[in-house]
């Protein structure tokens, strides 16, 4: 089984821009959650689809919103970005009864300028 | 206080050493527990999963759950340079009528040869 697949996998951008990501999950995974990592702040929970609806929300400004399509693919998007937003995003996926067990990508390394 | 609390470490073992590597959690009705590995530059990657009170142990690894005491720890016996990495212990907590998986900071695992 292919794993999950995210892109771009580097993105440079400066503030004020906005951005957006991509994550298509483990074939027959209908979860998909996003987080941002950070060496200060670790692994921080963005949110959760599962059949196309957000199930669930970390405490993220408004700016950090995202979706997920019919075929599981998911994406987020960050508006009006900040220094801050330099991170790591990572999006997992998992069978929705098994939430825990949650299968990685390789991530995607956004720079804000 | 954080729903999920891990020693930062380093933990620093010598090879052929039990690393052993601990976790408190805040909810109490937590009953889902798991143990991510992951090694610099990389994405985590599960290793364990814990769902009842005991040890449950899978190769090298063993892990320990208290609930009584919201205690979660995870034993490596025999720890080889290549478990150098940071473990992430996770715990799914109830939110509202839904689930989601925290991530402690994690505690970053040094085994000298």
């Known amino acids: 089984k292919a794993g999950v697949t995210q892109t771009p996998r580097y993105l440079i951008k400066t503030r004020g821009q906005q951005v957006t990501l991509s994550c298509s999950p483990i074939?027959?995974?209908?979860?998909v959650s996003w987080y941002q990592q950070t060496p200060g702040q670790g692994l921080q929970f963005l949110f959760e689809?599962?059949?196309?609806?957000?199930?669930n929300k970390g405490n993220f400004p408004g700016r950090f919103s995202g979706r997920q399509f019919s075929n599981s693919r998911s994406e987020m998007n960050v508006s009006t970005l900040e220094l801050g937003d330099s991170a790591l995003y990572l999006c997992?996926?998992?069978?929705?009864?098994?939430?825990?067990?949650?299968?990685f990508g390789p991530g995607t390394r956004l720079t804000v300028t | 206080q954080k729903e999920v609390e891990q020693n930062s470490g380093p933990l620093s073992v010598p090879e052929g050493a039990i690393a052993s590597l601990n976790c408190t959690y805040s909810?109490?009705?937590?009953?889902?527990f798991f143990w991510y590995r992951q090694y610099s530059g990389k994405s985590p990657e599960l290793i364990m999963s814990?769902?009842?009170?005991g040890d449950k142990e899978d190769g090298r690894f063993t892990a320990q759950l208290n609930k009584a005491s919201q205690y979660v720890s995870l034993l490596i016996r025999d720890s080889q340079p290549s478990d150098s990495a940071t473990y992430l212990c996770?715990?799914?907590?109830?939110?509202?009528?839904?689930?989601?998986?925290?991530f402690g900071s994690g505690t970053r695992l040094l085994v000298r040869p």
């Open positions: 997992a996926s998992s069978l929705a009864i098994r939430l825990g067990e949650q299968y």
């Open positions: 074939s027959g995974h209908r979860s």
């Open positions: 689809y599962f059949s196309e609806t957000q199930r």
């Open positions: 909810d109490r009705g937590s009953q889902s």
């Open positions: 814990i769902y009842s009170n």
């Open positions: 996770a715990v799914i907590v109830r939110m509202d009528s839904s689930y989601k998986l925290i």
